[in-house]
């Protein structure tokens, strides 16, 4: 996934780039090996094995399988905080939040197979679920912190920039829930689009 076109950001060093390449490696390692054989028979030293490194190079990136597993999942939801980040500060916490999920999605395109079977994989083993549900929470935190800057003094408490964080997350979750057991004739987006839409008026 490429940033937006005029992004100033600088490139990173060979150090940098050499530890995202590793901490990538991994990723895909954890992967391969959950869909050859389940996550449940997946240790921390068949993916070093997998991905050629040492059991202390993966603690060096992961604290366990399940961070190797979504990783990429972390990476997708930090990419759409981003993009929350750079809304026009004039525009209202959910507008703003609907806005930056269709940039989000728009970038990523054709929805990629493989995403789909790893969601898939997550509905039929729990631990997965629950692992997803803290991922989900970090990036909870970090909306909701720049929520609250758009809402400044109208929020003291930041009650309402949790709730619209947490209620935005839960949208685009169950719409890929829903998406993912039907399989419906439009879009992922297109569902969670018409959701958030729905799920907006309350904000209102």
């Not at 997998?50 to 990429?72: D, H, M, P």
């Not at 920039?161 to 719409?175: D, G």
Request: hydrophobic share 45%; proline share 5%.
């Amino acid at each position: 996934m490429s940033e937006a076109a005029g992004d100033t950001t600088p490139e990173p060093g060979l150090r940098e780039r050499k530890k995202a390449a590793t901490r990538q490696a991994l990723h895909e390692a954890s992967l391969r090996l959950a869909f050859e054989h389940g996550p449940e028979k997946v240790t921390v030293e068949a993916i070093a094995d997998e991905a050629g490194v040492s059991r202390r190079t993966f603690s060096n990136y992961f604290a366990n399988k399940e961070e190797a597993l979504f990783y990429g999942d972390l990476q997708r939801m930090r990419l759409l905080a981003g993009i929350l980040r750079k809304r026009p500060a004039t525009e209202s916490p959910w507008v703003a939040l609907c806005a930056a999920a269709e940039i989000f999605y728009r970038r990523l395109g054709v929805v990629d197979p493989e995403w789909v079977a790893r969601g898939r994989m997550v509905r039929r083993h729990p631990s997965l679920a629950a692992a997803q549900v803290q991922t989900f929470a970090a990036l909870e935190r970090e909306i909701s912190a720049e929520l609250a800057v758009r809402l400044g003094p109208a929020d003291p408490l930041g009650v309402r920039s949790q709730l619209l964080a947490a209620t935005f997350l839960t949208v685009l979750r169950v719409s890929l829930n829903v998406w993912l057991e039907h399989r419906p004739e439009v879009s992922f987006y297109d569902l969670a689009r018409e959701s958030l839409a729905e799920t907006g008026r309350g904000f209102a």
